[in-house]
């Protein structure tokens, strides 16, 4: 069985910053590549940014120049440092990741229960 979980979401004033984490768990092999998604109410899911298990990085454009991706493989684990906080940037953020299974040996994809961050103006 194999686990996201995020951490790291909260209410913050415009302008300010939070980091996001996320950890996999579980019979875990390998994984690929990482992303964080983010999906407010009655709005269409939307890729924030994604990393490579090498670390080539891509961001939405409407995130470039503040958020900071990354990630530290020896942890299963998944970062996005967010700066310049705007209430647009109020949505659930949810953690993304392609992992093959210790006991399958076969890659799926998987996603975390999400974190709330609320920007406020």
């Known amino acids: 069985q194999v686990q996201l979980v995020e951490s790291g979401g909260g209410l913050v004033q415009a302008g300010g910053s939070l980091r996001l984490s996320c950890v996999a768990s579980?019979?875990?092999?390998?994984?690929?590549?990482m992303a964080w998604y983010r999906q407010g109410s009655g709005k269409q899911r939307e890729l924030v940014a994604s990393i490579t298990r090498d670390g080539i990085t891509v961001y939405a454009d409407s995130v470039k120049g503040r958020f900071t991706i990354s990630r530290d493989n020896a942890k299963n684990s998944l970062y996005l440092q967010m700066n310049s906080l705007n209430p647009e940037d109020t949505d659930v953020y949810s953690c993304?990741?392609?992992?093959?299974?210790?006991?399958?040996?076969?890659?799926?994809?998987?996603w975390g229960q999400g974190t709330q961050v609320t920007v406020s103006s």
């Open positions: 993304n990741a392609d992992i093959m299974s210790r006991r399958t040996l076969r890659w799926a994809n998987y």
């Open positions: 579980g019979t875990i092999s390998r994984i690929n590549d």
